[in-house]
């Protein structure tokens, strides 16, 4: 961010030394130099608002430019701080720039629109610029109690009003206005109405002092969405974690002290649920929290699930790598959930130069809320570099002199509920000792071994049609096409046999009515593509079927696993074979405990299949005419109860 007075400003701009400025500090934060048209963007646009600014005699107002909103990478082109003319009080607008000459709105969705220059549909300025001015009051303190100081504009200089008009189809707004070049003067009075011919500084100190945190407001916002929604019933153990949480915040309020809470279950242990209840109660008693995760597709869905009528609520969901440059104890909770996708460092090479350093991620969370809640499964770190683990938060808990309290999940609710199951398959691979035993029915999860994906594919297809959900997963054993032109029909990566299917879409579009990744495990158009453990992850469907691949066999009594044959580009040559094959094992323990009424197991390898066969059903499959259509011979018997086994 570059902070200056608008005529220091545009006189740097004048002379080229802005443009040297903006590039320095750049490369200062990312590491690398800005792009071409980032570049050609402060050289054109820039100029463009700083002379509008000038003409309206604002030349004493401060620009903050390359503005960075909050706990995000989001920049805003400009701030502008000031003195309202008719209040007095700090007066602010946020104004996003365009070079673009003209643009229409997309069809049927006025909030995205169509520009020359771009193959795919972008967001319509208004709402961006709308969005950057709600976000600024929902996380900045100094805006939070006076979200009346906040407007937004949208400043298209190379466009005419015909080559824009339809863009206004969105809704103007206070935090969402549009102007062209051919309504200069408009804009002008626009920016007069709410700026006065005075000097800014102190307006643009307090916004930069502004404590960063969800606002009083959105926390209204938010506990209202929740309450809303169907309440949580939480049990034993799960009512222990959620009331210790609150004794802490408790605590840490009447005593001004710190302690960490940690969290551990298997899957389907109500993790989730403890963190949704957490956050609708802190809300309501106007307590500062976020939530945060490591997971791309999680965090989505958790945004789509706690926000889906109020976009506001979104925002309170983050990635652990948001916590970087927070203040210390800014929030009274953060609620990491899915603490095993916690990382060695928040660095990575999109991360700004001025922000990589050494500090492990566990210590930014910690350092980030009097309250930290860390909710985890140790089996499900699939990642080289995923690390989060009960030893690793309580050795830096103890580092920072704070008690740490462990609790422990045991009762599940994934998979039928069924203990059983989950012993079964931690024993299957070997993530608990005493090697594999057989499959005893438990009246609660379904288990089965299919002979080929199409047998699998058909029995999930025949118990969608009586209502369940249903989904395929796999190892990452084929590879996967990241991009799909546009028209394209997904492509099937994954080949066994002539059974052809393709992986769940890479990237935040759908793909010829497939949906993005992030929503494959909650959207029913998911079923045909094959996920992967990392769209998988965190989520549960009705029913799994799981295809184990080349990557691990059964040879000689024992595992064995072949890193040659995994894909997963997450695998270095550095990576060491014992930490692959954990890996490995947990990838498909993720995977085969995601169905909550059965599981249908095929392996590639044909001396797998028999082990497995040999584990599930203690026979060789029933002869198909002893099988109705809809369950396939292979499944059939595979895992009944006596009293519903033909």
Not at 373 to 389: A, K, S, T, W, Y
Not at 404 to 419: A, Y
Request: charged share 25%; net charge neutral; aromatic share 8%.
């Amino acid at each position: 961010m570059i902070r200056d007075s608008v005529s220091a400003a545009a006189a740097q701009a004048l002379s080229g030394s802005l443009f040297l400025r903006l590039t320095d500090r750049f490369v200062q934060e990312h590491g690398y130099r800005p792009s071409d048209s980032e570049a050609r963007s402060w050289e054109r646009s820039l100029p463009a608002l700083l002379n509008v600014l000038l003409e309206a005699g604002l030349g004493d107002v401060t620009a903050l430019l390359e503005y960075g909103l909050p706990l995000t990478s989001k920049r805003a082109d400009a701030v502008l701080a000031g003195v309202h003319p008719r209040t007095g009080e700090p007066s602010y607008v946020v104004v996003e720039l365009k070079q673009w000459s003209q643009a229409a709105p997309e069809e049927d969705e006025p909030s995205l629109c169509r520009v020359e220059a771009y193959s795919a549909p972008v967001l319509n300025p208004i709402e961006q610029v709308r969005g950057y001015c709600d976000y600024l009051v929902a996380f900045n303190g100094a805006l939070g109690n006076h979200p009346e100081r906040v407007s937004g504009a949208a400043y298209l200089h190379n466009a005419t009003e015909f080559g824009i008009a339809g863009l206004a189809e969105v809704g103007l707004s206070e935090r969402g206005f549009l102007f062209s070049e051919e309504r200069r003067g408009e804009f002008i009075r626009f920016l007069k109405q709410r700026l006065a011919p005075a000097n800014g500084a102190a307006a643009a100190d307090e916004l930069l002092a502004g404590k960063i945190g969800p606002s009083k407001q959105l926390m209204a916002v938010a506990a209202e969405e929740v309450r809303e929604r169907e309440q949580f019933v939480l049990l034993d153990e799960q009512r222990v974690a959620y009331e210790s949480v609150m004794g802490a915040v408790r605590r840490a309020a009447q005593a001004d002290r710190k302690e960490v809470i940690v969290v551990a279950g298997g899957p389907g242990t109500g993790k989730s649920v403890i963190a949704l209840s957490l956050l609708g109660e802190l809300y309501r008693q106007g307590r500062t929290a976020l939530h945060a995760t490591g997971s791309q597709s999680f965090t989505k869905t958790m945004r789509k699930v706690a926000g889906a009528r109020k976009k506001e609520v979104q925002e309170l969901f983050k990635y652990f790598n948001s916590f970087m440059t927070a203040e210390r104890n800014a929030l009274d909770v953060i609620v990491c959930d899915e603490a095993h996708r916690m990382r060695m460092t928040s660095a990575n090479r999109y991360t700004p130069a001025a922000q990589r350093s050494d500090r492990p991620q566990v210590d930014e969370l910690i350092d980030a809320a009097r309250v930290p809640v860390f909710l985890l499964d140790e089996h499900q770190i699939v990642r080289p570099g995923e690390m989060g683990n009960v030893d690793q938060i309580s050795r830096a808990a103890a580092a920072k002199g704070l008690a740490c309290t462990v609790i422990h999940l045991d009762s599940q609710f994934r998979c039928g509920g069924s203990d059983a199951y989950l012993r079964w398959v931690l024993r299957l691979l070997g993530l608990e000792p005493g090697g594999p035993v057989d499959w005893q029915p438990d009246d609660r999860m379904q288990l089965m071994v299919a002979e080929s994906p199409a047998e699998m594919e058909a029995f999930l297809e025949s118990k969608r049609a009586l209502g369940y959900g249903a989904r395929m997963s796999a190892g990452y054993c084929w590879k996967w096409t990241k991009k799909t032109l546009p028209g394209e029909a997904l492509p099937a990566d994954v080949t066994i046999g002539d059974w052809e299917r393709p992986w769940n879409v890479f990237g935040d579009r759908g793909v010829g009515g497939a949906p993005p990744s992030a929503l494959w495990a909650t959207d029913p158009a998911g079923f045909g593509q094959v996920g992967c453990v990392y769209t998988a992850q965190g989520f549960e469907y009705d029913w799994s079927g799981v295809i184990i691949g080349p990557d691990l066999v059964w040879r000689h009594g024992q595992w064995v696993m072949d890193r040659t044959q995994s894909k997963d580009p997450v695998f270095k040559r550095s990576t060491p074979d014992k930490e692959v094959e954990l890996l490995i094992r947990n990838t498909y323990k993720v995977l085969l405990t995601r169905g909550m009424v059965g599981t249908v197991i095929y392996s590639t390898d044909a001396q797998t299949r028999q082990k497995l066969r040999e584990l599930i059903s203690g026979a060789q499959p029933e002869s198909t005419s002893d099988v109705s259509a809809a369950e396939p011979a292979a499944l059939a018997s595979a895992n009944r109860s006596p009293a519903t086994k033909r």
